[in-house]
């Protein structure tokens, strides 16, 4: 299966947060025998290696499936639908989209450039100032069509567009995941366990409980990147756009971090680093788990993050999958002090 | 003529302001079984003579044909294209947005919002290089948008500003088609309204109409926009009244309406309309004109809504006002 082919799947199936047992299912039935799988209490999907051989490190690779969607928490007397995010998504980009409801779609409309003030121009609307209006006419007519809880995500098809681009809603939700099927499906003799991680949007508990259940002393997350907003990405002068980015906050092992460095220079990848003070929460709660687990982020970037068009690049997952191979090879082989 | 069929392949078509050209063509070929004469002018507006075959009062029946959109105005050394308006479009709109680059050949792209340099720019994922040989400074740029129907009462899509009056002008020359009228009708369908008006000023100058009936769109009420001037969705067209108006005409529209039972609104101006109208009745000697404007949401973004029975009676209204002269 190519990457195009992956995605395609994976995008073909909303898992906004909580939500995610369809494609929980799906990645399931897209693990090969060589893993054996395990659905747990929170549907993480725990994809453990049958093919055990003698590894240096017990590593373990996490990625997210779960997107941000809209939830409905009111009808307003003219039909409208009011919401709340789960999730992060910038309001800007729910203005101007369609969304899918469960019988229904709607759009997400602002007051018309003409009647703005100089404020309301210049600023980011609220959640709270937005609405979906799904044409009825009043809340009788929408009662019988939309239920207070129903959930709703972004209308969107999957496309190929300029050079070896794939556009689709929130597509960099599922970019780690693709990676993740691919690697497994690799028929190589690496040796790794992997989890499908649920509720991330709006938790660390899934990633707590898969590592605490797995117990490695390594893991390596995939994660996407909003290109645009990273200035790592934008003030890079060079001609080709990093491939991927391998991250580093104070809690990052050095060892760890300097082996990645290593490998990503001498196999000659389009790579930067991202230095920054700030960890993540995914990586606060790993590290808390068991007897302390190393951790590393390797982020993919995309554009136009959690929006009804985002985009990533397949040349950036055909180098950062080779990449993460490649690294597992050498955590295979040596010991991370 | 099938309304929503008519709609839905108008709406798709780009016709940016200033690049009009193959819009003008379609919109030729669909008058042409109603009208002896059809001709487009140099600045891309269409003209069609209806039963100009006396000596009759003439009367222009006009809606716009031009769409919101941008111009590439430059192009990044990261492959990106800065894009300027053309039009009014808030840049909270414009912002994560799929649109078509009219190029060499047209491209597929989407809007982001660069904070450092404040401008809104389109990624077609091609390198520089390979754009400069595809696309030109100054290529315009549409909102690319599947029109959509929501729960068979409404329809939104980009460009209902002014697709929907043109339809709506379509299907009232077919209510009129074959009937023996007392005046004849020129259709204008004008370009670059929404940069401009110099579509209908220049199309007025061949015509010789003392009538003109301008159809466009006005704002709808929604959540959070509920000003009392505004349109109810469902309940009509609305019968502009504004000093630059001429009285008499909406008086007239208002009798055709009640005899006819087409619901209708007012909406009332005190001062230019900001549609056409206000370029028509300037031209030559003056023109008295009428202006009939369809309720709309969320005008100027790509998800513009209107309902079809508002359409429906526009189109009513303006038969029989034309049977009333």
New interface residues.
């Given amino acids: 299966m190519n990457f195009n082919e992956i995605l395609q799947k994976l995008c073909s199936i909303t898992s906004i947060s909580g939500n995610e047992h369809n494609l929980i299912k799906l990645i399931k039935n897209l693990t090969p025998p060589t893993f054996s799988t395990k659905v747990d209490n929170l549907y993480n999907l725990i994809a453990i290696n049958k093919n055990k051989s003698k590894t240096e490190n017990n590593v373990l690779i996490l990625s997210a499936v779960d997107e941000p969607g809209l939830i409905i928490n009111k009808i307003?007397q003219?039909g409208?639908l009011k919401f709340k995010t789960i999730g992060k998504i910038?309001p800007?980009?729910l203005?101007?989209?369609?969304v899918q409801l469960e019988n229904?779609?709607?759009?997400?409309?602002?007051?018309?450039?003409?009647?703005?003030n100089k404020d309301e121009?210049n600023s980011?609307?609220k959640i709270t100032?937005l609405?979906i209006?799904?044409?009825?006419?009043n809340i009788t007519e929408t009662d019988k069509?939309v239920q207070i809880g129903e959930l709703a995500t972004f209308e969107n098809k999957f496309?190929n567009?300029?050079?070896?681009?794939l556009?689709s809603k929130s597509i960099n939700s599922k970019i780690g995941s693709a990676i993740l099927v691919k690697l497994i499906n690799s028929n190589s003799d690496l040796d790794f366990n992997c989890a499908f991680l649920t509720k991330n949007q709006i938790s660390t508990a899934s990633a707590t409980v898969t590592t605490s259940e797995i117990n490695p002393n390594i893991t390596i997350i995939l994660n996407s990147i909003d290109e645009?907003?990273c200035k790592e990405i934008?003030s890079n002068q060079e001609e080709t756009?990093p491939h991927f980015i391998i991250n580093c906050n104070p809690q990052t092992k050095k060892t760890l971090f300097l082996l990645a460095l290593n490998i990503a220079k001498k196999e000659n990848f389009k790579f930067i680093t991202k230095i920054d003070s700030k960890i993540e929460k995914i990586e606060q709660a790993i590290t808390k788990t068991n007897k302390g687990v190393n951790n590393l982020t390797i982020s993919i970037p995309c554009?136009?993050e959690n929006?009804?068009?985002s985009?990533v690049?397949l040349t950036h997952l055909e180098e950062t999958f080779k990449f993460v191979k490649e690294l597992i090879s050498n955590l295979n082989k040596i010991k991370v002090e | 003529m099938d309304l929503k069929e008519n709609l839905i392949s108008l709406c798709k078509l780009e016709k940016v302001s200033g690049d009009e050209t193959n819009c003008a063509k379609i919109l030729k070929n669909l008058l042409k079984p109603y009208s002896e004469n059809v001709l487009i002018t140099n600045n891309n507006s269409v003209i069609a003579k209806i039963q100009h075959k006396n000596n009759l009062p003439e009367i222009i029946l006009t809606a716009h044909l031009d769409e919101i959109g941008f111009m590439v105005s430059e192009i990044t050394k990261e492959g990106y294209l800065k894009l300027k308006n053309c039009g009014g479009i808030s840049t909270n709109i414009a912002n994560f947005q799929k649109v078509t680059v009219l190029g060499k050949e047209k491209l597929t792209g989407f809007t982001f919002f660069d904070d450092k340099t404040k401008t809104l720019l389109a990624d077609v994922g091609l390198t520089k290089e390979k754009i400069e040989n595809l696309v030109q400074l100054g290529d315009r740029v549409a909102f690319e948008f599947n029109p959509i129907f929501l729960n068979d009462q409404k329809f939104c899509s980009k460009s209902l500003d002014d697709c929907a009056g043109i339809v709506t002008i379509l299907l009232a020359i077919e209510k009129l088609n074959k009937l023996k009228l007392n005046c004849k009708l020129t259709t204008i369908f004008s370009s670059q309204e929404e940069i401009s008006g110099n579509g209908v000023k220049v199309s007025s100058y061949f015509c010789n109409a003392e009538i003109a009936v301008c159809v466009d769109v006005s704002f709808a009420k929604h959540l959070y926009c509920e000003d009392e001037n505004f349109a109810e969705m469902m309940k009509g067209p609305l019968i502009g009244i504004s000093p630059i108006l001429d009285s008499n005409l909406s008086e007239h529209l208002k009798i055709i309406a009640k005899k006819n039972k087409i619901p209708y609104q007012l909406e009332i101006m005190n001062g230019l309309t900001s549609t056409d109208a206000d370029k028509i009745v300037k031209t030559k000697k003056g023109i008295k004109t009428c202006l009939l404007s369809i309720p709309i949401r969320y005008m100027h973004s790509p998800i513009e809504q209107v309902a079809f029975k508002d359409i429906e009676n526009t189109a009513k209204l303006i038969a029989e006002f034309i049977k009333s002269i």
């Fill in positions: 307003e003219d409208s910038n800007i980009a203005i101007g989209s369609v229904t779609k709607g759009i997400i409309g602002q007051k018309p450039i003409h009647l703005q121009k980011t609307p100032d609405f209006d799904i044409g009825l006419n069509v496309i567009f300029g050079d070896n681009f556009n645009i907003n934008t756009k554009r136009q929006s009804s068009c985009n690049s």
